[in-house]
């Protein structure tokens, strides 16, 4: 996963599971910045993941569903006041199926 700064014009690499010594996330999909920088991403295919990569460069799964082989987690987005996280799994219960998650997030 890749970071553009456009004041800069600098490329730089957030996360790469080639690299890690012991890769938290696979397949990176969709993602989406919280308001505190937070970047949740979407595994296609992995896990059934969504996990988070801080500003401080940690990476943890955020959340897994389970019991949806063959699926993807897709599309995450939060509520306008930032209190719910929405995401779909892509063929859940065979025609797919819409998650909301509350918070606080941080």
Partial sequence: MWRYDVVSQQLTIVYD???????VLTGVDNVLV???????VA???GNMQ???LAPDGSV???LEVSGQSGSEITGPAFSPDGSRLYFSSQRG?????TYEVR???R
């Fill in 50 to 52: 969504l996990v988070i």
């Fill in 60 to 62: 943890s799964p955020f």
């Fill in 17 to 23: 599971d080639g690299t890690s010594c012991n890769p």
């Fill in 34 to 40: 919280g308001r505190a920088g937070d970047v949740y």
């Fill in 43 to 45: 595994e296609d295919g």
């Fill in 93 to 97: 219960n065979s025609n797919g199926i």
């Fill in 103 to 105: 918070g606080p997030f």
